[in-house]
């Protein structure tokens, strides 16, 4: 009887998740009491043209729901002052920096924190921290990719590339903190 329960329980705040959401959702991310939905974007005539999307949380206890981002494809990331290989701290940006997301990941340790990556010119990868709840937004300096959480601190791993005087490319790896502090560096320089 009390797995009978639980499961008309489970149905019921799924069925109330659903009724919350837009039409046209589906889960990107998990975390430990919420799912992170976004929407498909709608049909788009070339393969070059960006849709906006948003993300929703909802909790699943209650089937409680919010848009927590809405993404801007023609917005634009202020860069003047900001190099991708130097800077000692995030930048803190509006939602309309945010063209694209693709990628989301809920921090293991902290699930207020969600990473957000997307690729708005097919080339480079831009990364945010979201803090699902006071909405600030974090653009981190990285070019090429979110790699994942340290261990033991949780610290955010980010990828960019920069090339060799000579030519060629080299990757560097960067670790911020949840406040978009820079607490690593190192760039993998090979001999040439």
Known sequence: MKLFLSLI???????????????????????????????????STSDADLQPVSLWTCMRHN?????ILTTHPEGELDMDNYSFFTPEQGKVVTEQAVKCVDHVW?????????????????????TFILNVENGTLIHLPSNAAFKGFTDEDGDILVESYSYYPEGGRYSVVAAYDLQGRRVGFMELKHNQ
């Open 106 to 126: 809920v921090h293991p340790y902290n699930e207020s924190i969600l990473v957000l990556s997307g690729i708005p010119d097919s080339r480079n990868v831009y």
């Open 9 to 43: 329980s489970a149905v019921l705040a799924f069925s109330a998740m659903a009724a919350t959401l837009p039409e046209g959702t589906r889960i990107i991310a998990q975390g430990g009491s919420y799912d992170v939905f976004v929407t498909e974007p709608a049909a």
């Open 63 to 67: 089937g409680e729901s919010r848009c």
